[in-house]
Nanobody, 126 residues
Framework: QVQLVESGGGLVQAGGSLRLSCAAS????????MGWFRQAAGKEREFVAA????????YYADSVKGGFTISKNNAKNTVYLQMNSLKPEDTAVYYC???????????????????WGQGTQVTVSS
């Protein structure tokens, strides 16, 4: 089992920044690829960013490329999502998730992930 707890969400004005953290406990964190997903009210959960178990490879949704950065600290069992230049359309509940054996083709798919956090709300005002 892996337990994931997100933090760092909040209310920010458009153009501002937030840094989300996801602390993991349980089984070997370093073995897992990690992803961030988000779900806006009335919409499907969507992929935001992912990072390989080693931290070497990163993947981003087109909508956040250039503005968001995912990173992973295996020593601290934590994954981060730095979000810059935030827009009102970034408003959503953000979830982190852990996947044991994703491929490049599946790392963006929610169904590939084995464990999920409870989510943290991000609200961007215009």
């Amino acid at each position: 089992q892996v337990q994931l707890v997100e933090s760092g969400g909040g209310l920010v004005q458009a153009g501002g920044s937030l840094r989300l953290s996801c602390a993991a406990s349980g089984r070997t964190f370093s073995s897992y690829a990690m992803g961030w997903f988000r779900q806006a009210a009335g919409k499907e959960r969507e992929f935001v960013a992912a990072i390989s178990w080693s931290g070497i490879s990163t993947y981003y949704a087109d909508s956040v490329k250039g503005g968001f950065t995912i990173s992973k600290n295996n020593a601290k069992n934590t994954v981060y999502l730095q979000m810059n230049s935030l827009k009102p359309e970034d408003t959503a509940v953000y979830y982190c998730a852990a996947a044991l054996s994703p491929t490049i083709a599946t790392i963006t798919l929610p169904g590939e992930y084995d464990y999920w956090g409870q989510g943290t709300q991000v609200t961007v005002s215009s």
